[in-house]
Nanobody, 117 residues
């Protein structure tokens, strides 16, 4: 059974940094495409960043140059380094694990990030 556990969220002032982690278990992590999504109150969940099994990355325009996604296959963990945070980054951040061959997506429970102005 695939399980994703996010950590690293919290309250930070605008301009600050946070690093989110997502530890995966019960999966074949090295062949999965991993991602971070976020959902702000009253808004739809949106893509923040993804990293493929081949380490190809993709970012939402709103976070390009500020956020960096990375993965450590030895630790079955994906990271999201968030710098220069702004209040608009406030949301619940979700980790995802996607297997292309079977078109199956798994989600973590989410971690709250709050950026104060």
């Amino acid at each position: 059974q695939v399980q994703l556990v996010e950590s690293g969220g919290g309250l930070v002032q605008a301009g600050g940094s946070l690093r989110l982690s997502c530890a995966a278990s019960g999966s074949i992590f090295s062949i999965a495409d991993m991602g971070w999504y976020r959902q702000a109150p009253g808004k739809q969940r949106e893509l923040v960043a993804t990293i493929t099994s081949a380490d190809s990355t993709n970012y939402a325009d709103s976070v390009k140059g500020r956020f960096t996604i990375s993965r450590d296959n030895a630790k079955n963990t994906v990271y999201l380094q968030m710098n220069s945070l702004i209040p608009e980054d406030t949301a619940v951040y979700y980790c995802s694990e996607y297997y292309k061959l079977v078109n199956r997506m798994y989600w973590g429970q989410g971690t709250q990030v709050t950026v104060s102005s």
